[in-house]
Structures are given as structure tokens and as C-alpha cells.
């Protein structure tokens, strides 16, 4: 079974700051890992993913993320927060190339950037 | 080359109704999985379709089914709505069930009254 827990349901950083995302997992096989973002009304775009290759993962936008085994953890970072970036992230786990397109998504962040 | 489209994008049906949702993927992409998003359960995968066979199933009830066509373009359908079933419903999709690189459509607004 596999879970995803984001630490903070709504995160407000000043812009230029840096961004902080926290997410832990639970997952009873190796996982593969996942940052969304969606804006209001839209669908989710993939911001970065993990897939047992290198721990620190770079993704669009300047963000990037470190794969953290013997803390469950996947955190998302930015080093200066932008207005765009105002948007829900959220963190996603699967079980790897085996266990199919079946995503097990966090509960979600909301972040708010202020001038 | 087009994203995932869904349609429609907005929904409003009544209570007992039923209702199908169409997700056609990115050309080439053979797999299509379904969210319902809703702000008190967050997301919630709902089914996964590769080759026109459901690979795997969430934790929904019967009402809630879906198929997938010999194009890849996939429907799904809730029988019987109940309010509790107004909700963002998402499709992905991706190239296979091992490609790790899921799209998602911007979803369908779905409101039951």
C-alpha cells in the first residue's frame, strides 16, 4: 500500500523567497515519486519525477527536489519564489514500471506568493 | 501535438441520471487513467485502461465504470449520480503502463443537483 503525506495545506512565501514543499511517503515497494502543479481550472502538469535514477531531481520552472529514502521524504524546492508560482502542488507516489499508470496523490499545497 | 482533451467541460445533470465523460490521450499514447478530484477527498484514482482492458481499479463503487476503445480514446460512466459525485474529473494519459510521463487533460466540471 502506498500513501502521500504534504506536511502544510496552504504554504504563503514573499516573492523572491524561497520556496519549501514538504512530502513524505509510505510505500511497501520502491518508489517512484512525483511533484504536480495545477492552476485554477486546469489539469495537473508534471513539475518533476523520481525513478530511482539520481536522488536530486531537477525540474521546469527552477524547482527541484531530493529523494530522501531514510527520511520517506520528496521536499520541493525553489530558491525564489515568483508570482506564477502561486498554484496547488501536489505529491504523488507509485510503485514503479510494474504497478501501472495508478497515481496516489497528497493531499495538496497551496501556495500563495506575496509581493 | 495536442494534449489530452476532454469533454465536456462542464457538466450539470441530476440527481439518479447518468452520465458518460469522454478523454481522448496524446496521439500514440496507449494509456488513459482516471482522478476524481473533490475538495474534501483530494484525488482519487478511479481506473486504468491499456490496450481496451482495465488494468487497475480504485476504491469506487459499481456505478462508477469506464472502457477503452481500439483508438485508445476511453469513456467513463457514472450510473444512478448521487451529489456526493459532483466533482473534477481527470483523465491522464501516458505512453504505456510502464512510461512514467503521465499528461493530464484539463478535466470535466461535474454537478449533480
Known amino acids: 500500500a502506498q500513501s502521500v503525506t504534504q506536511l502544510g495545506s496552504h504554504v504563503s512565501v514573499s516573492e523572491g523567497a524561497l520556496v519549501l514543499l514538504r512530502c513524505n511517503y509510505s510505500s511497501s515497494v520502491p518508489p517512484y515519486l512525483f511533484w504536480y502543479v495545477q492552476y485554477p481550472n486546469q489539469g495537473l502538469q508534471l513539475l518533476l519525477k523520481y525513478t530511482s535514477a539520481a536522488t536530486l531531481v531537477k525540474g521546469i520552472n527552477g524547482f527541484e527536489a531530493e529523494f530522501k529514502k531514510s527520511e520517506t521524504s520528496f521536499h520541493l524546492t525553489k530558491p525564489s519564489a515568483h508570482m506564477s508560482d502561486a498554484a496547488e502542488y501536489f505529491c504523488?507516489?507509485?510503485?514503479?514500471?510494474?504497478?501501472?499508470?495508478?497515481?496516489?496523490f497528497g493531499p495538496g499545497t497551496r501556495l500563495s506568493v506575496l509581493p | 501535438k495536442a494534449g489530452v482533451t476532454q469533454t465536456p467541460r462542464y457538466l450539470i445533470k441530476t440527481r439518479g441520471q447518468q452520465v458518460t465523460l469522454s478523454c481522448s490521450p496524446i496521439?500514440?499514447?496507449?494509456?488513459v487513467s482516471w482522478y476524481q478530484q473533490t475538495p474534501g477527498q483530494g484525488l482519487q484514482f478511479l481506473f486504468e485502461y491499456f490496450s481496451e482492458t482495465q488494468r487497475n481499479k480504485g476504491n469506487f463503487p459499481g456505478r462508477f465504470s469506464g472502457r477503452q476503445f481500439s483508438n485508445s480514446r476511453s469513456e467513463m460512466n457514472v450510473s444512478t449520480l448521487e451529489l456526493g459525485d459532483s466533482a473534477l474529473y481527470l483523465c491522464a494519459s501516458s505512453i504505456n503502463r510502464q512510461n512514467t510521463e503521465a499528461f493530464f487533460g484539463q478535466g470535466t466540471r461535474l454537478t449533480v443537483v
Open positions: 496521439s500514440g499514447h496507449r494509456s
Open positions: 504523488a507516489v507509485t510503485g514503479g514500471d510494474n504497478y501501472g499508470q495508478n497515481f496516489v
